[in-house]
């Protein structure tokens, strides 16, 4: 004969008394619901029978054999307890052996105490004599936090769209017979619940970045914002206020009209849509499965979206998700043109010479000062070089297919033959026209050679004056002569020659020139005054 265990049937009769139905009953106490209805007609039973015995008031009641019951007979115990009438039902610990220690044990629960050492303390200061179980359920019970509550985050269409890694379902690695999981790539609408799914390898800040593009490709447009975690392939450096993002994923939703969103450190509930359907794919779709290719699991995904989730009843919004995404997709903005370009970023040295290496080729960076760092933008095509301080782009340079090449124009070296000789020659045209001509007749007589005369002719205005250079020069001309020092030689010569002049000229004294007067004026004037007329001075002016 079958008896039932009698913690099943405490159980029973208490869960009776709270009010849970016998089905609710049967799964908890895992009893048929036959012996359940049975305690339950016992349970009625005892309530009837105790009901009427505190109803009657007579000293005895009369029975059908004649005998009589006591005026006060001993109360029998009940089946069971009936339910309490206080409003709140009594904890659990209540009757709990440390419940004379409450405050003290309250205290150390606060301070961050565990359960040993709270129940180590209790026997040296209180002389507790209950075990340790005791004081680690009462303090377990202490510990229970009130639920939190979440806001429900609602978007207009077009307005969010979250994404996120996952893991896929096992795939054998390509030329093996081992298999992995791959990263699986997920991006939800908020609105709508549509996601675009899509499992790789690997990944990688450019990867990243493709993913998106196709995800918006595949949606047929783009939202507004997108809502991520930090990862290193979206954010660089998470910040609460200002989280840098990575300026290639940056770059790319820039190009598609979007924004990153990024979320709070160990904030997961703040893209709650994507989280989900990561788990719906990967305990619906993915479960149980294997791929012998990656392209073969990327196949079904897109399948199973199309064929499954996309025509789904949405749990929590009642409606078909395809239907929402019909209603969001006009509100998507427009997608580019063109696709973007991708890019790596890196930062260089200017170098002594001028100029920064990159993949073993070497390109200007002039106006950029030597020895500073500048940001350099690696194209397929070419390359950009930034100022890291104002991010403008200061050169762009058509990438090199080979190593060691030099990409500099002539205003770009620091010693450019061919700049110096417009240099030279516009010393000599500040000279004088002679000068200007002989050293271009210089230099088209050898060349780059000649820059050494040109040098010796023009070095002559430190000490001589720009007029017996031209003379030189002139003198030259009509010789045909070609030394710098027989130009020096002539320079000198005319020097001497002009000093002589002046000094011979200096010695003479001059009787006519155009500022002395004549000696009829100088004898006018003293025989006027000497007369005494009174005639003014000024009249010799």
């Given amino acids: 004969m079958n008896v039932l265990q009698p913690n099943k049937k405490t159980s029973i009769i208490t869960l009776l008394t709270n009010g849970v139905s016998q089905r609710e009953i049967g799964r908890k106490v895992r009893v048929d619901r036959k ?21 009657s008031k007579s000293p ?97 269409p077009g307005e969010e769209a979250q994404v996120d890694y996952g893991l896929g379902a096992p795939t054998r690695l390509p030329g093996k017979t081992t298999y992995r999981r791959p990263r699986l790539f997920v991006m939800t609408l908020k609105y709508s619940r549509r996601c675009f799914r899509k499992v790789v390898w690997k990944s990688s800040k450019e990867i990243w970045a493709k993913l998106h ?16 975690d930090n990862l290193k392939e979206g954010v660089i450096t998470p910040d609460i206020y200002e989280p840098e993002l990575n300026p290639l994923y940056a770059s790319v939703l820039a190009h598609y009209g979007a924004v ?12 709650g849509s994507v989280e989900n359907a990561i788990q719906h794919t990967q305990d619906t779709a993915l479960k149980g499965r294997r791929f012998e290719s990656i392209e073969e699991q990327n196949q ?3 399948h199973w979206e199309e064929q499954w989730a996309a025509k789904r009843i949405h749990g929590r919004m009642k409606r078909q998700v395809q239907e929402m995404f ?18 790596s970023q890196e930062t260089r040295t200017v170098q002594d010479d001028g100029t920064i290496q990159v993949h073993d080729c070497y390109y200007a960076a002039l106006p950029a000062k030597l ?49 110096q000789t417009g240099r030279l020659l516009a010393q000599a045209a ?88 004549s000696p009829q004026d100088y004898a006018l004037f003293f025989e006027t005054h000497a007369a005494g007329n009174g005639c003014h001075p000024h009249i010799l002016q």
């Fill in 35 to 55: 012996t359940i209805r049975k305690y339950a007609r016992m349970a009625d039973k005892n309530k009837e029978t105790q009901t009427t015995a505190d109803i």
């Fill in 60 to 156: 005895g009641v009369a029975t059908g054999s004649g005998e009589s019951l006591d005026q006060n007979p001993p109360p029998r115990p009940p089946a069971f307890e009936a339910p309490s009438t206080r409003d709140e039902p009594m904890p659990a610990h209540a009757r709990s052996a440390c419940e004379e220690h409450r405050p003290w044990i309250e205290e150390q629960v606060r301070l961050g105490r565990n359960a040993v050492s709270i129940y180590q303390d209790l026997v040296e200061l209180y002389a507790f004599e209950h075990r340790y179980n005791s004081v680690k359920r009462f303090c377990r019970a202490l510990r229970k936090k009130n639920p939190g509550r979440y806001d429900r985050l609602e978007f207009p």
């Fill in 213 to 228: 593009e196709e995800a918006f490709r595949y949606f047929g447009g783009v939202t507004r914002y997108v809502v991520l």
């Fill in 260 to 271: 990153a969103d990024p979320c709070r450190v160990a904030d997961p509930d703040r893209k």
């Fill in 300 to 302: 079904w995904l897109m």
């Fill in 326 to 343: 019909e209603e969001e997709k006009p509100f998507l903005q427009s997608l580019p043109l063109n696709s973007f370009a991708y890019f």
């Fill in 371 to 419: 020895h500073t760092k500048v940001m350099v933008r690696i194209y397929d095509q070419e390359i950009e070089i930034i100022d890291p301080k104002t991010l403008e782009v200061i050169r762009r340079h058509v990438k090199g297919q080979r190593k060691g090449m030099v990409f500099m124009e002539e205003n770009d070296r620091i010693f450019n033959p061919s700049r």
């Fill in 430 to 517: 500040a000279i004088g026209p002679c000068t200007e001509t002989l050293c271009k007749k210089l230099f088209e007589g050898e060349g780059r050679l000649e820059h050494r005369r040109m040098r010796g002719i023009i070095a002559l205005a430190r000490k001589h004056s720009a007029g017996h250079i031209e003379q030189a020069a002139k003198i030259a001309l009509e010789r045909g002569l070609r030394s710098s020092r027989i130009i020096r030689k002539l320079v000198e010569r005319i020097v001497e020659a002009d000093l002589a002049e002046k000094e011979k000229t200096s010695s003479a004294l001059t009787q006519e020139h155009s500022l002395i007067r």
